[in-house]
């Protein structure tokens, strides 16, 4: 459902050291410094006998490489923490805030938009959705290359959260347009014709390899990086300025087709657990599904390490199979986390003033995710293919946020420091965090930091 943070290349690549403790990471100096490092490897030698080894290579030039010490297991230990660290912001924060968003908001278009005609409200909400999905679409380059912090830092972060707020209604719509044209057409009451229309839906989006598009949060935390702030991706990646009909067809087909195919999926299966778990009465239905929610987000994360390393060592229709596999795992669980807590806010958030209920759910999770950088998560945008990426890329839940923060301060530390830098360890399938490590780097220091004195605040 929400889009997954887009890897961008980035400057520096972050030291990645293999949990595997025969491998070592090796780190060349320069010529001016062999002699400091022979006598630093002296004094280690002394210290730790097994720890270091100098090699030096045909052409005098030396290597410095730290083989994994016993310190391995506290730093893998460090490490384990900060991802349930995210894990926990993830499930417990930055999930329940999305849900609430999408939840007032969508009940506000329904007290907005024709409440009285169901078919009328329906239409208006997928053509404020579409247009809108195809209007931030096909204008993501004017806004890249106008609206930057750098340039006029006030003016970029008035226009890109208002761009957040306006996109974020625009999603809802869309899906609440689509959802809503679907109960219409076709039966809500049966539990046969809903699990039919279900079935095609997953069916065309197996056959179209966008099973992908189905996870959502607590599956995705993305950040409000100013380097990607405004990217919307297609299915088929087509650039807009040199085949512009080509990529209008493609955006055509992203928002509406590929889009589409995912409300179905989740409104069917949303609609399966209205008509089977305790369809009297909502309260149980709501914490029944909530309970199957986080027990899947627990299960899945749980395994993710083990779907990582299946498919670093698998390729083609089997890796295929074994990712959609996972994907409807993170569907499942996401859909019963979303129907959950969307049905408990109904129940006990003001049941008798459902209209400061729905405004309470539509301004203040807005504002805490802005406030912790994650407004971005609430939006809808973009098409990811099955498998794609090379080896555990393919599986990858990025709700990397406390972790890079980590990063960020250990790059700090090391720039800072006039003695060799350190190995800061970081498991193999983190290597994705080094694309993201300048877009990282803005995003956390771009509110922090003094602008540039030739900055023009506008």
Known sequence: MLTTEMGTAAGPTPIIVSSKPQKSHCQ???PASEHQLLQHHQQQQQQHPTHLHIHTHGHGQTTHCEK????????????????????????????????AYWRGTWELMGVMLFPSSLPLSALSSFLIGGVGHFVF?????????????????????????????VFGIVCVNMWRGAWMLCDWLTSVDSLIIV?????????????????????????????????????????FKIPGFHQPGLYVLDTLFSVF?????????WRGVWG???????????????????????LTVFVTFLIHPLMRYVCRRISGILKLIICDIYYLM?????????????????????????LMSFWLTHIIPFLLLAAIKCSNSILVRGVFID?????????????????????????????QSSTPPPHYYLKPEHATLGRSAEKDKEAQSSLIEKPHANVQIV
């Open 28 to 30: 060349g100096p320069t």
């Open 68 to 99: 994994f010490s016993p310190e391995t297991p506290r730093r893998n230990l460090h490490e384990l923490l900060l991802e349930l660290l995210d894990m926990l912001l993830s499930c417990l924060v930055v999930a329940p805030c999305v849900i």
């Open 137 to 165: 679409t096909i204008t993501q380059n004017f806004f890249k290359e106008h609206i930057h912090p750098d340039k006029r830092r006030l003016t970029y972060y008035t226009v890109s959260r208002l761009y957040t707020a």
């Open 195 to 235: 699990s039919v229309v279900t079935a095609i839906a997953l069916i065309f989006m197996v056959a179209t390899r966008t099973l992908r598009n189905l996870g959502a949060a607590p599956y995705t935390v993305t950040m409000d990086h100013k380097t990607d702030y405004f990217d919307v991706g297609t299915m």
């Open 257 to 265: 087709v590929i889009g589409s195919l995912v409300v179905i999926a």
């Open 272 to 294: 399966i657990f209205d008509l089977t778990l305790f369809p009297k009465d909502k309260a149980k239905s709501a914490w029944g599904s909530l309970l199957i929610g986080y």
């Open 330 to 354: 993170t569907f499942f669980g996401a859909v019963n986390a979303w129907r959950g807590i969307w049905n408990l806010l109904d129940v006990y958030l003001y049941p008798d003033n459902r």
């Open 387 to 415: 498998g794609d990426g090379t080896g555990a890329e393919s599986v990858d839940i990025p709700i990397n946020y406390v972790r890079l923060h980590f990063l960020r301060e250990r790059r700090k530390k090391v720039s």
